[in-house]
């Protein structure tokens, strides 16, 4: 009895984790459970193969997984809106095709097309978000729609894969400076844009109004010029992941787009963004899209049947959001 007595007395002295602590664990749990994935992931990976903790493998592992980290940025962001675009699939598609039969080489040529590609994206987006809006239709309906416009004109462009890409814009996929790869510099300056952006008042009023809509348009929040500046940043994402793409492949396809779109929401749903909106972040998804790549890796190394990987990799989407649900609702009741 006295130690049961000592042992109360003792707990009710500890003090108390503050709210603003509290609030900053529920915040961060669901990007905990990617960053365990990928750890161990990583560490079966070592065990297997040798040199993985290399600049040389991080460069090649970060050139598989970048056209999907870009393609998963503007996913992110209209998953943090709480919407969802399959158009990047289209997009994708399309802008590969154009850059195989525009692209000549011309420098002053392939700048042209190039801002001709990333506005085509950026234009499709503003399309989505104004018919989203307008008249009130669901998102995922009308991205599927602008999916099968864009696939198909990518169809009639080039109907078979092919084109060619000019020798200097290969090389910039191949590039290599102070011994890290292009692949990782971009991947640099897109966690750079992402720190400045997620404090930008669009950045703010994009997770306000993914965490609640009515508050958020109380505040003054258009809900037109959010979707138009969501989905346009999502499109001009695509636009980017089609042209890196372009210097991996060398080659256009006009069906490669839908590779990316369920993989492109796995990887931010892996990483901790939340399908209602409001809640994570794009470190999540880009952790995210390294554990797909890792798992294409291991799926190499141990010589398994590709028919495998979407198995294996769905395996991981079904467990990282089931943890991500389970640490959520603990850390919340921990809080009542």
């Not at 009639?156 to 011994?179: H, Q, R, V």
């Not at 300056?189 to 993914?210: D, E, K, M, P, Q």
């Amino acid at each position: 009895m006295t130690m049961l007595a000592a042992d109360r007395r003792e707990r009710r002295a500890m003090p108390d984790l503050s709210p603003s602590l509290k609030a900053k664990l529920v915040d961060r749990a669901p990007i905990l459970i990617p960053v365990a994935m990928l750890v161990l992931l990583v560490a079966i990976y070592a065990s297997l193969r040798e040199g993985v903790f290399t600049l040389d493998e991080l460069n090649l592992d970060t050139a598989a997984a970048l056209t999907l980290v870009l393609a998963a940025t503007g996913q992110t962001i209209v998953l943090l809106r709480g919407g969802i675009d399959l158009s990047i699939g289209g997009t994708i598609s399309l802008g590969t095709v154009l850059a195989a039969t525009q692209f000549r080489d011309d420098p002053a040529h392939v700048v042209l097309w190039t801002a001709i590609i990333l506005v085509i994206g950026a234009l499709v987006g503003v399309v989505n978000g104004v018919l989203i809006t307008a008249l009130r239709l669901q998102p995922f309906l009308v991205t599927l729609a602008t999916w099968s416009i864009l696939s198909g004109t990518a169809l009639i462009i080039l109907p078979i894969d092919g084109g060619g890409l000019p020798a200097f814009w290969m090389a910039f996929g191949s590039g290599n400076w102070l011994g890290l790869s292009s692949a990782v510099w971009l991947l640099a300056v897109l966690v750079l844009f992402w720190v400045w952006f997620r404090r930008t008042r669009l950045g703010i009023a994009i997770r306000a109004t993914g965490s609640n809509e009515r508050s958020a348009f109380l505040s003054g929040v258009s809900p037109l010029g959010i979707n138009i500046a969501t989905y346009a940043l999502s499109g001009l994402f695509a636009a980017m992941a089609a042209l890196y793409l372009t210097t991996q492949t060398g080659a256009g396809s006009p069906t490669i787009g839908k590779d990316y779109i369920l993989p492109s929401v796995a990887a931010a749903v892996i990483g901790g963004i939340s399908l209602f909106g409001g809640r994570g972040g794009l470190i999540g998804t880009i952790i995210g899209a390294y554990i797909l790549t890792i798992i294409g890796n291991l799926v190499f190394v141990l010589s398994i049947s590709s028919y495998w990987q979407p198995i294996v990799s769905g395996v991981i989407l079904l467990i990282a959001v089931l943890a991500s649900s389970i640490a959520e609702r603990s850390a919340r009741r921990s809080l009542t």
